[in-house]
């Protein structure tokens, strides 16, 4: 069993930064692909950024490619979402996901553990 907590999200203005943290439970962390996703008022969730289990591989959404960048610290349990230039569309509840096989996939259903969210909020 894996438990996710998310933490780091708030409030910032369009053109601003956040860093979004993800920690995890368990001792395997490192052989579990993990990934970001978010999810708008009356949106689905979408997928935002994924990173491979060793940490070498990872992939972006178009809209956040070049703005956000994923990454992890096995060491720490930990990965984070560095996001930059983010903009009103960025707002929305983001969420961590974990899957127990090291290498990424791009559904929420590929996915078995999941954290409660955190809001992030963009303001024009």
């Known amino acids: 069993q894996v438990q996710l907590v998310e933490s780091g999200g708030g409030l910032v203005q369009a053109g601003g930064s956040l860093r979004l943290s993800c920690a995890a439970s368990?001792?395997?962390?490192?052989?579990?692909?993990v990934g970001w996703f978010r999810q708008a008022p009356g949106k689905e969730r979408e997928f935002v950024a994924a990173i491979s289990g060793s940490g070498h591989s990872t992939s972006y959404a178009a809209s956040v490619k070049g703005r956000f960048t994923i990454s992890r610290d096995n060491a720490e349990n930990t990965m984070y979402l560095q996001m930059n230039s983010l903009k009103p569309e960025d707002t929305a509840v983001y969420y961590c996901?974990?899957?127990?096989?090291?290498?990424?996939?791009?559904?929420?259903?590929?996915?078995?553990?999941w954290g409660q969210g955190t809001q992030v909020t963009v303001s024009s």
């Open positions: 996901a974990a899957r127990t096989l090291s290498y990424y996939m791009y559904y929420m259903r590929d996915y078995d553990y």
């Open positions: 368990g001792r395997t962390f490192s052989s579990y692909a």
